[in-house]
């Protein structure tokens, strides 16, 4: 692992403020951050410095035609959205129609899926499932993750070999047996399963900030501990505040992921009162696309207010999102 | 340990009791603190499971009685067994016909992107605003956009006389659906790649059009072999996604409602497997599927690594 493929993070502009509130004041600390902190970058973009795009784009044909398919395009990709967004609104008989606007508007389907399925209750127990997964796995993660960045011992390198070739091993093989320890520790049927593996990390995401970790001059955390910081405080305040791109990125990474699961609460949920919400809109469409009852505008209604959510935390979280991915694929 | 190497003779016995001065100690204690959340999942979720999984795969255990060892029974039911063949080669068809598709059309739209100058930020977006979605919803546009009759596809696809395929019922044409479905979240994948070429240094282009190279001879000979790494990172992973592809074909296709038509055109291996371990409750069984998919993602990854060293540029060789 001596010399890492993906690009090493930037040093955030904050790191003087940073150190400052911590208790670093060594002449070391603020020369590091004197010289690595010019990024406004906080992630770590590749420079684009010199880059193809820096090139002048002209109004020829050519790039007419590219802005025409991108917007073509565009609408192929959005018009999904949309249109479940308006048949959300149509009555029954009007859903499968394709008009954009609703003939008759409708706000029914919003009043009664509430009535037709226990929504909030499976909206909640994904609210709990989902930040409890992300908490658990951003810190374990990243308690891994610096455990394995910071520290030289015995064996270091062969175990996070071992970390990093878990990732290639198929949910499949460990799915059964994962099933049967929760299914005698009588969690099956609860929420517990959804969440509870991630407080011993994630693979990924220990990765991922590992990665973070190790751009973090060394001589920071050598004058803090000549200030006299333990340990624990060089994580937890030094540097983990320094890596928060990083920490944003997997929250978030995590929520989404926690949130969309289908196959672990098809797995380990029973009952329809601990159902999350893509569980739950798995069971809507069971009964009403195809047990005969055929009121696709529940449906309909319900995979909007599934979906929603994520759209709002890609909003929220677009950058880190956008810089999370290209960080993870550039080269892994 | 450095120390030890110096050429002042060899001491062993100081070199086996002094090895970790006092301070390596402290650190190695707090290393070991620092992962152990990850040593114990590591042995609980993945050691163990890995080992019992194996022994599983021997037995015959419905959760209720103890495990019956059988030997290689389940390996051989296995070959015998229809619907693993059928589920196989669905997986097969839909992994060849849609990876190289998928990143085709990743690559497209990050060329477009590259060239789309300030607009590409609103363009990027609205690309990987489907990957947001979660798989049960695509699922379930899948079924509604795609319906034979009333569907929004075949609706446009009649305004240009293409009378449309029934996508959903049409075992021939239920595949090609979840394929393209599937092409909807090619978001990150562009993203990716996008972030690639943008590493791409302008002055191969600048002496590549010196030398009177149209756009098409710089995009084959110049950007596509700079990008290889890239483009083989989403070929690997997402053939590795592709072979256990599940959540979609499941929710338009399976469950408790929909056993009123035939669905076995989209019966795919993971969706099987999952029916034989938590529908029929054959752990074992389903175990010995389980590994036999492992072994088989595990060739397919070793033969692309081993494709990928004759194509693949690595620009870390130069750093």
């Given at each position: 692992?001596?010399?890492p493929?993906?690009?090493r993070?930037?040093l ?5 403020a940073?150190?400052?509130s ?11 951050a ?5 990024g406004?970058a906080?992630?770590a973009?590749p ?15 050519g ?7 991108l ?12 249109w479940?967004l308006?048949a959300s609104?149509?009555p029954?008989?009007e859903?499968?129609?394709n ?6 508007f ?7 899926v ?9 909206l909640?127990n ?11 796995v ?8 610096w455990?394995?960045?910071y ?8 175990l996070?070999?071992?970390?990093l070739a878990t ?5 499949a ?24 593996g ?11 900030l ?15 501990k000549i ?5 624990w405080?060089?994580?937890?305040r030094?540097a ?7 920490v ?10 926690a ?7 098809l797995i380990?949920l029973?009952?329809?009162?601990t159902f ?5 809109l798995?069971?809507?469409l069971d ?8 009121h696709?505008e ?15 935390l ?19 | ?5 110096t ?5 062993p016995a ?24 990850w040593i ?6 993945t050691a163990?499971?890995?080992?019992y ?10 959760v ?10 389940n ?11 059928l589920?196989l080669w669905?997986t097969l ?13 990743s ?6 992107l ?5 607009s590409?930020?609103?363009f ?32 446009v696809?009649?305004?240009?006389g293409?009378a449309?395929p ?5 075992p021939?044409w ?7 479905i ?7 994948s562009v ?8 590493n791409?240094?302008?002055e191969?282009?600048d ?11 710089q ?8 990008i ?11 053939s ?6 599940f ?8 469950g408790?409602?929909n056993?009123t038509?035939s669905?076995d055109a989209a019966?795919?291996?993971?969706i ?14 389903a175990?010995?599927?389980a590994w ?6 595990l060739?397919?990854?070793?033969i ?7 194509f693949?540029?690595l ?5």
């Open positions: 692992m001596s010399s493929s993906l690009p993070p930037q955030p502009g904050g790191l003087a940073a150190a400052d911590s208790t670093l004041s060594t002449s070391a600390a603020v020369d590091a004197g010289v690595l902190a010019p406004e906080p992630m973009v420079a684009r410095t010199g880059r193809q795009q820096s090139r002048r784009p002209s109004w020829g044909p790039r007419i035609a590219v802005l025409a398919t917007i073509i395009s565009t609408v192929v990709f959005i018009y999904p959205f949309i479940l308006s609104f149509k029954r008989s859903v499968f129609d008009k954009l606007i609703p003939e008759t409708t706000f029914d389907n919003y009043l009664n509430w009535q037709e399925a226990p929504m909030a209750l499976w909640g994904t609210l709990l499932v989902t930040v409890l997964a992300a908490s658990t951003t810190i374990s993660s990243a308690m891994v993750a455990g394995f960045a520290f030289r011992f015995p064996l270091r390198g062969p996070f070999g071992l970390v990732m290639m091993l198929p949910g093989v460990t799915m059964v047996p994962t099933f049967l320890i929760w299914n005698s520790l009588g969690m099956v049927g609860t929420l517990t399963p959804l969440w509870a991630n407080l011993f990390g994630s693979a990924f995401y220990i990765f991922l590992r990665q973070f970790f190790l751009g973090l001059p060394r001589e920071l955390f050598e004058a803090a200030d006299g910081a333990n340990n405080s060089m994580f937890w030094i983990l505040p320094l890596c928060k791109p990083a944003v990125v997997t929250v978030l990474f995590e929520f989404q992921a949130w969309t699961d289908l196959m672990r609460p380990y029973r009952d329809s009162s999350t919400v893509p569980r739950g798995k069971a809507l009964q009403y696309g195809f047990g005969g009852e055929w696709w529940i449906v309909v209604t319900a995979s909007v207010i599934t979906t929603i959510p994520m759209i709002i890609f909003f929220i979280g677009q950058k880190q999102f956008v810089e999370g991915i290209a960080t993870t694929g550039t080269k892994g | 340990m450095t120390a030890s190497s050429s002042t003779g060899p001491r100081r070199l086996r009791r002094g090895r970790y001065s006092r301070s390596q100690k402290q650190d190695i204690r707090a290393a070991l603190l620092f992962i152990s959340p114990l999942g590591f042995l609980i979720f163990w499971p890995v080992i999984s194996a022994y599983l795969s021997l037995t015959d255990y419905d209720i009685n103890a495990p019956n060892f059988i030997g290689l029974d390996y051989r039911e296995l070959l015998a067994d229809p619907k693993i063949a589920s669905n068809y839909f992994t060849l016909i849609q990876v190289p598709v998928y990143v085709v059309v690559l497209a739209f990050a060329l477009l590259n060239q789309a100058g300030r590409a930020g609103f990027r977006t609205a690309f990987f605003l489907p990957k947001m979605t979660p798989p049960v919803a695509v699922g379930i546009l899948l079924l509604l956009l795609f319906n034979g009759q009333s569907g929004l596809i075949n609706t696809l009649g305004w240009f293409i449309g029934a996508w959903t019922t049409d021939d239920v595949k090609p659906g979840l394929i393209l599937s092409l909807w979240s090619v978001g990150s993203i990716i790649l996008l972030a690639a070429l943008r791409v240094p302008t191969l282009y002496s590549a059009r010196v030398d009177g190279a149209n756009w098409w001879q995009t084959l000979k110049i950007t596509v072999p700079m290889s790494g890239s483009i083989f990172f989403i070929f690997i992973v997402h590795i996604a592709a072979f256990q592809t959540s979609e074909a499941y929710t338009a296709f399976f408790s409602g056993s038509y669905n019966l795919f291996y993971a099987y497997l999952f029916q034989q371990a938590f529908e029929y409750l054959h752990m074992g069984y175990s010995a599927m036999v998919l492992f072994v088989i993602i060739v397919i990854t070793l692309q690594m081993k494709v990928s060293k004759r693949v540029y620009e870390g060789d130069q750093r």
